[in-house]
């Protein structure tokens, strides 16, 4: 499977959060890894930077705030 992208994400992250929990960033991002059934090669799979993992960068943009934009 492929790294799946922040849009992918953003529910199975509200699912996860609707248990009225807290989670840490570390095991939401374990949760997904799990449920999209990544392999470790895609688990380590970088950016281009270097810096960060791609689908750690993933589940951080699916967490982010978005706004609306009226058109």
């Known amino acids: 499977m492929a790294i799946p992208d922040f849009q ?3 529910l199975p992250l509200l699912q996860i959060a609707s248990d009225s929990r807290d989670h840490t960033s570390s095991e939401a991002i374990e949760a997904l890894a799990q449920q999209f059934r990544l392999t470790e090669d895609e ?5 281009p930077s270097g810096r960060q993992a791609t ?6 943009w699916a967490h982010t705030p978005r706004k609306s934009v009226a058109t």
Do not use: K
């Open 8 to 10: 992918q994400i953003m």
């Open 43 to 47: 688990r380590r799979s970088l950016l």
């Open 55 to 60: 689908f750690d960068n993933c589940v951080g």
